[in-house]
């Protein structure tokens, strides 16, 4: 008669059941990590390559002047990201309209998205902010392999000082947080 393994199981159906942290989930940067250096294609829009302070076809992330850039992780067929995006072009409104325009920039990552979903998405939801390609996941994979929507708040050397895995729920407080980063 063979023995049970209980431990065994236990582990396999909370693995199966989401219960246990994803290795990916593991590796997700976090509060003082220095994000590794990779590359993005420009956005397609004139406008959000001037907004971003790029000329050039490719560039990295320190290459924006800013002093905090926000970063979303977005999927273009993610429902929460679609929930996000209303209250996301509201704080990039709110920021462009006050004191922290030119100090913070906001930038869309599209994870697995090509140039033909990036345009349907901003047909359905109009991103105010650049959204840029990751077609092949490869900046995805670099930070972790992220769900979506994941918002990074980082420096311009690439030091993150604030992640958010989710919808963020309270923009004001969101804001509130980016003036006290900026300070």
Known sequence: MRRVCWPAILILILGLAG???SAAAAGLP???DTLPA???PAPASEKAREYLGISSERFRLA???ARVL???VIGV???QCYQQAPAFN???TRIERGRLKGQVKMLALAAGGNETEIAYLNQQVQYLFPVVADPRFEVHKRLGEPRTPFTLLLDPSGKVLHTHMGVVENID???KLINELVR
Request: with cysteine; net charge negative; proline share 12%.
């Open 70 to 72: 926000l970063l979303e």
């Open 77 to 79: 067929y993610c429902p």
């Open 90 to 92: 509201t704080l990039f």
């Open 173 to 175: 407080a969101f804001l």
């Open 19 to 21: 219960g246990l942290p």
């Open 63 to 65: 290459d924006i002047p």
């Open 38 to 40: 990779f590359e993005l």
């Open 30 to 32: 976090k509060k003082g």
